[in-house]
Structures are given as structure tokens and as C-alpha cells.
């Protein structure tokens, strides 16, 4: 949220001036292991986090927050996510469904658990998956 505003801010374009337009958002998060890491002590969950963290959300807050009438999602293609968050966002302009579009991604490791279950497989990509040992 603040980074799209401070992104608008910079562009010189004032919520007011982008409010009610069809202006879409599309936003790239990849799994969401940060929020997960936040989610292992039930004792100190945050308490915006369905709202703040959950990345389904993220891409509706920012179109209710500007008040933009364009298509608003979260992409999620692994690493591909920012990529394809702006390629969306570039057919939604090339119709017609959005006039511009706020893209934003991002993607940070803070736990190992995904990188500890891809090591067990004990695989490498260019080996077929019929040689792959699962434990």
C-alpha cells in the first residue's frame, strides 16, 4: 500500500486525480512464506495480518484505497510472478479494460522450510523425475 502511493507520489499523479478511473492493479507474490513465519506463534499473531499480509487481498486493498475501477488480482507464478503480474497488466491496458496500471511485486526468503523440502528431493532439474528419490 505505501509503496503504491509513494510510486503515484513520485509520478506526480494525486489519488484524486486517478480516483474512480479505470486504472487496474496487479500485484506478483510468489508463496508466502514471510506471512507463514508470522502465523507459527498463535500467541503473537499481527492483528491486521488476513488483511495486511494475505497477498490475495493486497491487489483489492490498494483499488479500494485509490477508489480504481480497473481489474485488481494477484498473480502467483513462482519466480515468474513481477513478470507476469506486468504482462497482465499490459494486455489490460491493450484492450481497453484498464486506462493505466499499478504493477508491484515482491518476493522475500525469510524462512527455509521451501528451500528444505526442495533439497529433499534430491533432484536436479535436468534429470527426469522418474530418477528423482522422494524420502
Not at 480504481?68 to 488480482?73: D, I
Not at 499490459?90 to 504493477?103: D, F, K, N, W
Not at 527455509?112 to 530418477?131: F, H, Q, T
Amino acid at each position: 500500500m505505501e509503496c503504491s502511493y509513494e510510486a503515484l507520489e513520485n509520478a506526480g499523479i494525486p489519488k484524486e486525480n486517478i480516483a474512480g478511473k479505470k486504472v487496474g492493479v496487479f500485484i506478483g507474490l510468489p508463496d508466502m512464506e514471510h506471512r507463514m513465519g508470522n502465523l507459527r506463534d498463535l500467541e503473537d499473531v499481527p492483528m491486521f495480518d488476513p488483511t495486511g499480509a494475505q497477498g490475495a487481498f493486497l491487489a483489492g486493498r490498494i483499488a479500494y484505497y485509490f477508489d480504481l475501477h480497473g481489474p485488481a488480482l494477484a498473480v502467483d507464478t513462482a519466480c515468474s510472478s513481477s513478470m507476469q503480474a506486468i504482462h497482465l497488466a499490459v494486455q489490460s491496458i491493450r484492450s481497453g479494460e484498464s486506462e493505466q496500471a499499478i504493477v508491484g511485486a515482491s518476493h522475500i526468503i525469510t524462512q527455509p522450510d521451501v528451500w528444505v523440502s526442495m533439497a529433499k528431493l534430491r533432484c536436479v532439474v535436468a534429470v527426469s523425475i522418474r530418477e528423482c528419490h522422494y524420502d
